[in-house]
Structure formats: C-alpha cells, structure tokens
C-alpha cells in the first residue's frame, strides 16, 4: 500500500523490496545461528555478540543502503545505472546468501542432528 500512496516510480518499488528481503536476511541469519550455537543471538554470550554486532550492522546497512540509493530516481533505467556503478554487488550478495542459505537447510540434519527440524 505504501508503495502505491508514494506513486509508481521504479526506486520506491526496489527500495520496498530491498527493505522487506533484509528483513528476510535477518530471519534467516538469526535461525543458522540459533541452529549452530543452540541458543538465539540475544542469548549468547555477550562478547560473542559484540565480535558479531559488526557484522550484523554492515550486512543491514549495506542493504538498506542499495534499497534509499535508487528511492527518488523515478525510472528503471537510471536506478539499474545505479546498481552499475557499484558492480551489481547487492544482486550478488544476495544470490549468495540464498545458495549458501538452501544448502545450509539441506544439509542441516547432518552437520547438527540435535537442532530437529524446524
């Protein structure tokens, strides 16, 4: 709905998007590292979440940031020439993340067989 209050310009649609797949991310990153380390992040030990605290910040701001970069250009073609200029890295990222993600699920039972199957 938000999307359509702002009107139909491509950067609103890609800026939603990249805000709801971080979201996503989140998730997904928090249920690998309940799975490998028992316990959700904010149960964990506090200087593990400190070391991991940085890593978090960056993945997330590194996201948004692609998703507010093309928020105000109005076209397709000049938020793809956005993207261009930093190589595609989000599109990358991302497709990473979900081959990492999906052999992680697979292979889950056998690496952690205590984690049962969620």
């Known amino acids: 709905f938000i999307s359509l209050w702002h009107g139909f ?15 996503l991310l989140e998730k ?9 380390y028992g316990a959700p992040f904010y149960q964990s030990h506090p200087l593990l979440r400190l070391a991991l605290f940085p890593l978090a910040y960056f993945m997330r701001h590194m996201i948004l940031s692609f998703g507010m ?15 261009k200029v930093f190589g595609y890295i989000n599109f990358y990222c991302i497709i990473y993340w979900i081959i990492f993600y999906t052999t992680f699920r697979t292979f889950k039972s056998t690496f952690f067989p205590s984690s049962g199957k969620k």
């Open 9 to 23: 310009y491509a950067g609103f649609y890609l800026n939603f998007s990249w805000e709801f797949i971080t979201v």
């Open 28 to 36: 997904q990153a928090g249920n690998v590292f309940s799975t490998i």
């Open 69 to 83: 970069m093309v928020f105000t250009l109005l076209r397709l073609d000049w938020c793809l020439q956005a993207y």
